[in-house]
């Protein structure tokens, strides 16, 4: 059975602090690997990935896939409180076009 | 501002009724999706339409729920008869599927819907 397993369920840091969220998959036929940020409401979208070691980049995040190892890391620097949120994980499969969430890591940042 | 609404936003109802959950998709997108999210089982895919017709329904339990697109600007989402275990929010998200393939980085969530039943 395809799934996305997702660690630590939750993380409690003070500001400042850099974070290291892991995705963890088994999906037959993958295609791609996304992260979303869920604050109160609906998910946004963060990083799409495709390919093994490389890395994609938006401001203090950052995300690398690892084909070989079945696994991705969401890297968070110099947190703030605005990026308390859950963070989601999902994996596109290629066959049947099907699209699997992990249950997220749910992030506190205090100040 | 371009986005997806949901109504209602939320609903409390008793076992057995019926609920409909509705979705206005962002024009222009020829794809919209049903996700279901719970604290125990996340956020799961319940099905998803292109141009009004179902692509996949695989994840939507299908003895009580149904969906459909009547037109290209309402997708809604029923439960009938609904039990407790339908408790949780459902996010509806429009998108694009070109070339046979959804594009999950282009989807855009609606804020959901938050059901209880009693």
């Known amino acids: 059975e395809d799934k996305v397993v997702q660690s630590p369920l939750s993380l409690v840091v003070h500001e400042g602090d850099t974070v290291t969220l892991n995705c963890s998959y088994e999906v037959t036929n993958f295609r791609s690997l996304l992260w979303y940020k869920q604050e109160k409401k609906a998910p946004t979208f963060l990083f799409m990935l495709t390919s093994s070691g490389i890395e994609k980049k938006s401001g203090r995040l950052s995300s690398i896939l690892d084909k070989k190892e079945l696994s991705s890391i969401l890297n968070i620097t110099a947190t703030q409180t605005g990026d308390s949120a859950i963070y989601l994980c999902a994996v596109e499969a290629v066959t049947g076009n099907q699209f699997y969430f992990g249950t997220g890591t749910s992030l506190t940042v205090i100040p | 501002d371009a986005r997806v609404t949901q109504t209602p936003r939320h609903k409390v109802t008793e076992m057995g009724q019926e609920v409909t959950m509705r979705c206005q998709p962002i024009l222009g997108h020829n794809t919209v999706f049903w996700y279901r999210q719970t604290m125990m089982q996340g956020l799961e895919l319940l099905a998803y339409?292109?141009?009004?017709?179902?692509?996949?329904d695989s994840g939507m339990p299908k003895d009580r729920f149904s969906a459909e697109m009547p037109d290209a600007t309402l997708a809604t989402l029923k439960i009938q008869p609904s039990e407790p275990r339908d408790s949780a929010v459902y996010f509806c998200a429009s998108g694009l599927v070109r070339d046979g393939r959804a594009w999950w980085d282009e989807q855009f969530f609606g804020p959901g819907t938050r059901l209880t039943v009693l």
């Open positions: 339409f292109r141009n009004r017709a179902p692509l996949d």
